[in-house]
């Protein structure tokens, strides 16, 4: 049994955070009921290039394990068997745009009051306060806004997006765990709570040691391509056949790295004694180190390195992971037979097991008639349903 099996969501999820958070729930037990609108369904149905005739790999990866039902929260017949299917839930995860669910009536404070035990998640873009609260945004607006682009990039570049959705799906992370520890506060108390989070306060959290050392010292931070300000040496070298990150994270490391690259005598030169001296006299080791570092390959570096008990990793590409040995070995990647897809599961283990895709990502609408039963469907019209007449439960 997985660890939320029994556990109700209804998710008035669309885009990624909210999804993401919905499928994390969903791949742990929860029975997670996703709400689309009728027909075009999530817009993340068409972000990227289509799997299968109803949507890309995109919005499979982010909708395994759930149900979808259409419904058409413009007309108040589904809007009012969406609160009452609500009562039979345990969570509710909504990342509408701001304002949305309060117009419905579909908002925390409705909600909570007519059912307490109810943990209500809401995932916005720059928080429940302050001017900005009402603003929606996506993730490269929110990487710009937080400062995220400024730190990322070499010392000449220009400022960089994050090549991945860290924000949405930081934000669906924090959410899907801050629904776990509100349904463990029910446990213990009999009353749900509400939980919020945005993709801003997840850019601010991801940036906790950067921004706080700024604010602390005043500093801004210099970018480092593949370094650190913190550590040296901590970065990317180029071989004959491309580059390896070295982590020579302490003094005994350094040592270590210094014999491994034939110039013991580094560790005992009082400019490279400690890793503050290092960092200070960063300009006149790198250079180093780097050209020795270009005298052999990949491999026998890595070679060369492990052996001296020094970490290193080459700088693979997306194509040398997926066939990576390791890769195969930790079971990530999971293959879905309906859509001939490829998904990488959740980095979570329970007893030595991962949980499985147990459905495919559903199509727009595809459980109406199993979920809308009596005694709901009396409060929906064929309309509101988005589904056909002859769809609907006798």
């Known amino acids: 049994m ?8 209804i998710e008035l999820g669309q885009n990624i955070a909210g999804p993401y958070a919905g499928e994390i729930l969903a791949t742990l037990g ?40 259409a419904l058409d929260l413009t007309d108040a017949a589904a ?14 995860v ?35 306060a302050g001017p900005m609260r009402m603003m929606p945004g996506y993730e490269p607006i929110v990487q710009a806004f937080s400062g995220i682009f400024s730190v990322n990039g070499g010392p000449d570049s220009p400022p960089s997006r994050v090549g991945l959705s860290i924000l949405d799906m930081g934000s669906g992370l924090w959410s899907a765990l801050g629904c776990i520890a509100g349904l463990y506060q029910r446990e ?12 801003f306060e997840t850019a601010l959290g991801w940036l906790a040691t950067i921004l706080g050392g700024y604010k602390t010292s005043g500093v801004m931070p ?26 020579a994270a302490n003094d005994r490391l350094f040592a270590k790295l210094a014999e491994a690259v034939g110039r013991p005598d580094w560790s005992q030169d009082p400019r490279f004694r400690t890793n503050a001296l290092r960092v200070a006299n960063k300009d006149v080791l790198i250079p ?36 990576n040995a390791q890769t195969e070995a930790v079971g990530m990647l999971l293959h879905e037979p309906r859509s001939g ?54």
């Open 94 to 128: 909504q990342n509408l745009r701001p304002g949305v669910v309060e117009d419905l009536g579909l908002d925390a404070a409705t909600l909570r009051a007519a059912h307490p035990r109810l943990v209500y998640c809401s995932v916005g873009a720059f928080g429940n």
């Open 222 to 247: 210099p970018r480092h391509r593949t370094g650190s300000p913190r550590i040296v040496v901590f970065q990317g070298f180029e071989t004959t056949d491309g580059e390896i990150v070295v982590a």
């Open 341 to 394: 897809g490829t998904f990488v599961g959740l980095p979570l283990q329970f007893d030595g097991t991962r949980p499985a895709i147990r459905r495919p990502s559903p199509t727009v609408g595809q459980h109406n008639a199993e979920i809308v039963i009596e005694p709901m469907q009396d409060a929906l019209t064929p309309p509101a349903l988005g589904i056909k007449q002859a769809n609907k439960v006798p």
């Open 30 to 69: 929860a029975d997670v009921v996703k709400v689309e609108r009728p027909g075009s369904g999530d817009d993340a149905r068409y972000w990227g290039t289509m799997l299968t005739p109803d949507a890309t790999h995109l919005f499979h990866s982010l909708n395994l394990n759930k149900r979808s039902i």
């Open 188 to 199: 213990r108390t009999g009353t749900g709570c509400v939980v919020e989070t945005s993709l």
């Open 2 to 9: 997985l660890p939320l099996s029994g556990v109700r969501v």
């Open 79 to 92: 809007v009012a068997w969406v609160k009452r299917y609500i009562g039979e839930c345990d969570v509710v």
């Open 288 to 323: 180093q180190v780097a050209a020795l570092m270009r005298q052999r390959s990949r491999a026998e570096w890595a070679e060369r390195l492990e052996a001296a008990g020094i970490p290193c990793a080459p700088i693979n590409d997306l194509a040398e992971v997926a066939e």
